[in-house]
């Protein structure tokens, strides 16, 4: 009987669907050490159009991943639009030779937690590449977007 009552619960969390933010929520802070172990604040970019992207080395379909949003943050930096990449790897040599091989010279930081991280459970990462468009208030305004989706949303905010 308990096991049976266990599939069946089971089965009832597959069926009501993920959890997840909503859009137009607030975005949840973020506060994680970049490369030279300085805590770095997801609220300190108040103000810019943001892609939080969560990511990590080991992760085939984020590096492939790197180049597109490296090309939309180079176009689109100086219009005050920026990248906070969070890195869910456990080991910061692996991350921070990724970050070298992909050329990714917007803001990175680790949580070297993991699976386990708080902030990747805030956003209910259950899966990466995983990204969040942020506007300039601070508000979710795409989940997941890619491609011309995301650099139009990009151009929208930040006309705003």
Partial sequence: MKQLLIILFLS?????????LAIGANA?????PNAKDSLINL????????????WASWCGPCRASNPEVVKLYKKYKAKGFDVFAVSLDTKKNAWLKAVKQDKLSYTQVIDKDGWESKFAARYYVD???????????????????????LEDAVNILLRE
């Fill in 12 to 20: 009832v969390i597959s069926f009501t669907g993920k959890a997840q």
């Fill in 28 to 32: 949840p802070e973020i506060s994680l």
């Fill in 43 to 54: 609220s300190s970019f108040r103000g810019k159009v943001v892609l939080v992207d969560f």
């Fill in 127 to 149: 899966e990466i590449p995983n990204t969040f468009l942020i506007s300039k208030t601070g508000k979710i305004t795409a989940i997941n977007t890619d491609g011309r989706e």
